[in-house]
């Protein structure tokens, strides 16, 4: 059974840094496209950041573009969102998914998703 699991949320003030990991079970997930996307109250879900299977390849939502790193390590199937530099309006629920292929923060083309993880950032 394929799985994703988060971790690494919590609260914050502004200005201040979270870790995301997101840790595949039951597949590899070397051979997928990678993503964060995330969710706050009252809004849809948006994509925040996706990676290529090789990790070289990165795309970025504007939002977030210079203040999160995105990565992934294969040999432990796992993908991290490193977060600085935080701002209120990046509460929201984290989730991290697999696609067949990146094409950009489609979520449509996102398959397998998490339970996500929560983050708080407080003024």
């Known amino acids: 059974q394929v799985q994703l699991q988060e971790s690494g949320g919590g609260s914050v003030q502004a200005g201040g840094s979270l870790r995301l990991s997101c840790a595949a079970f039951?597949?590899?997930?070397?051979?997928?496209?990678m993503g964060w996307f995330r969710q706050a109250p009252g809004k849809e879900r948006e994509g925040v950041a996706v990676?290529?299977?090789?990790?070289?390849?990165?795309y970025y939502a504007d939002s977030v573009k210079g203040r999160f790193t995105i990565s992934r390590d294969n040999a432990k199937n796992t993908l991290y969102l490193q977060m600085d530099s935080l701002k209120p309006e990046d509460t929201a629920l984290y989730y991290c998914?697999?696609?067949?292929?990146?094409?950009?923060?489609?979520?449509?083309?996102?398959?397998?998703w998490g339970q996500g993880t929560q983050v708080t950032v407080s003024f």
């Open positions: 039951g597949y590899t997930a070397r051979s997928y496209c």
């Open positions: 998914a697999t696609a067949p292929g990146c094409n950009g923060l489609r979520v449509p083309d996102f398959r397998n």
């Open positions: 990676i290529y299977t090789g990790g070289n390849s990165t």
